[in-house]
Structures are given as structure tokens and as C-alpha cells.
């Protein structure tokens, strides 16, 4: 099956300055990448998205990446705000795998004022 | 529009005891899956469904049971809680995962085992 894994597990920013998480995936038909925000207490939330006809993506300050021959792909904040601080996650879905999401083991995200 | 709605909140077991997670959704979707969230491990799926009548396991389906008799309604069964069901449960809809369609989150339900 899909095994997405998520890089760094913490990360600190001070505010202002950009933040960038990578994962990787293990399954080369996987075809669509979504990343979600979770706040404290509240479910994850769904920030951005790529599929895999698609090398970049862009809203505001938030992007995300894919190269599929490296299997990795990247959500980049530039920015940074308070606000952003919360636990990321990013995710992978396969056609071999039922479509099902595999999640990466999480973000956490501190932005420093 | 409420969205996906969880009950309860937080809830407190002792080990052996049964209870029933809820959750509904009011957004018409046909996909509905219960995951469970664990410091470092992400998110995992216990069980989802694809339509009334239809439910199959994900990655970590043991100790858990679910039914989906109407499109709105997805509860998730303990049926004997153990201490290592503690976590966090979240319950989840889409419109058609095939279509490569966003998962919508509830806010989660909070299970302690002692």
C-alpha cells in the first residue's frame, strides 16, 4: 500500500519568514495530494491540493509542489503569520489503493511573533 | 449547513466497556470513513463506507465496528475498549474520493481508556 512520510515533525519560524514541508510517497500511481490544516482542538481542514498532472500550485501565501519522479512534493507559506501556527498534514491517494487517503504523520507548526 | 457533526466531545472508558461514536453529515456525500489520530502517527483509517448498505476496513480496523443504514449517519462501535483505544476520533465525508474529491472533517471526539 501508499506510505507517505512527513518532514520535519516540529518546525519554528519566526513571523514573517517563509516555512516549507516536504513528504514523500512510496506508490508511483498516486495521482492526488492534499494538505490540511489542523487547529487546536478543531478537525483538519483542507488548504490546498495538487493532482499529478499538475507540477505547482498556488493560493496566497501558500504553494505546493510536486515532482513525481522523485515522488515528493512540498507546501511552501511564505509570510508567515501567527495564524498559521497549527499541525499540517500532508496526504496521498491511490487508484492501487482504493483511493483511499494516506496521511503523512503531521506538522507541527509554531510561528514565532 | 452544519457540516460533519461529532458526539460527544470527549468521553471516558474503563476498559471492556462499550460505547458508540456518532456522526452525521448533512452535505449529501455517499463517502464517509473513521479515522483515529495519534501523536506522530498521522492520521489512520479504521473504516469507511462508499454508500448506505456498504462498509469496508482500512488500515487499523480491529476493535471497531460500523454500520451505515441511512447516507447521513456513520457511528463507530466499540465494542470492548482497551487502553490502547485511546485517541482521537475523527469521522470524515466526501463527495466521490475517486474523483480525487477533499475530505471534510469533524471536530473529533477525544477517548480516554483507563
Known amino acids: 500500500g501508499e506510505n507517505v512520510e512527513q518532514h520535519p515533525s516540529t518546525l519554528s519560524v519566526q513571523e514573517g519568514d517563509s516555512a516549507v514541508i516536504k513528504c514523500t510517497y512510496s506508490d508511483s500511481a498516486s495521482n492526488y495530494f492534499p494538505w490540511y490544516k489542523q487547529e487546536l482542538g478543531k478537525g483538519p481542514q483542507l488548504i490546498i491540493d495538487?493532482?499529478?498532472?499538475?507540477g505547482e500550485k498556488k493560493d496566497q501565501r501558500i504553494a505546493v509542489t510536486l515532482n513525481k519522479t522523485a515522488k515528493h512534493f512540498s507546501l511552501h507559506i511564505t509570510e508567515t503569520q501567527p495564524e498559521d501556527s497549527a499541525v499540517y498534514f500532508c496526504?496521498?491517494?491511490?487508484?492501487?489503493?482504493?483511493?483511499?487517503?494516506?496521511f503523512g504523520g503531521g506538522t507541527r507548526v509554531l510561528v514565532k511573533p | 449547513n452544519a457540516g460533519v457533526t461529532q458526539t460527544p466531545k470527549f468521553q471516558v472508558l474503563k476498559t471492556g466497556q462499550s460505547m458508540t461514536l456518532q456522526c452525521a453529515q448533512d452535505m449529501n456525500h455517499e463517502y464517509m470513513s473513521w479515522y483515529r489520530q495519534d501523536p506522530g502517527m498521522g492520521l489512520r483509517l479504521i473504516h469507511y463506507?462508499?454508500?448506505?448498505?456498504?462498509?469496508d476496513q482500512g488500515e487499523v480496523p480491529n476493535g471497531y465496528n460500523v454500520s451505515r443504514s441511512t447516507t447521513e449517519d456513520f457511528p463507530l462501535r466499540l465494542l470492548s475498549a482497551a487502553p490502547s483505544q485511546t485517541s482521537v476520533y475523527f469521522c470524515a465525508s466526501s463527495i466521490n474520493p475517486k474523483a480525487g474529491s477533499p475530505l471534510h472533517f469533524g471536530n473529533g471526539t477525544r477517548l480516554t481508556v483507563t
Open positions: 496526504a496521498a491517494t491511490s487508484p492501487s489503493a482504493g483511493n483511499k487517503l494516506t
Open positions: 495538487i493532482r499529478s498532472n499538475v
Open positions: 463506507s462508499v454508500g448506505a448498505g456498504i462498509t
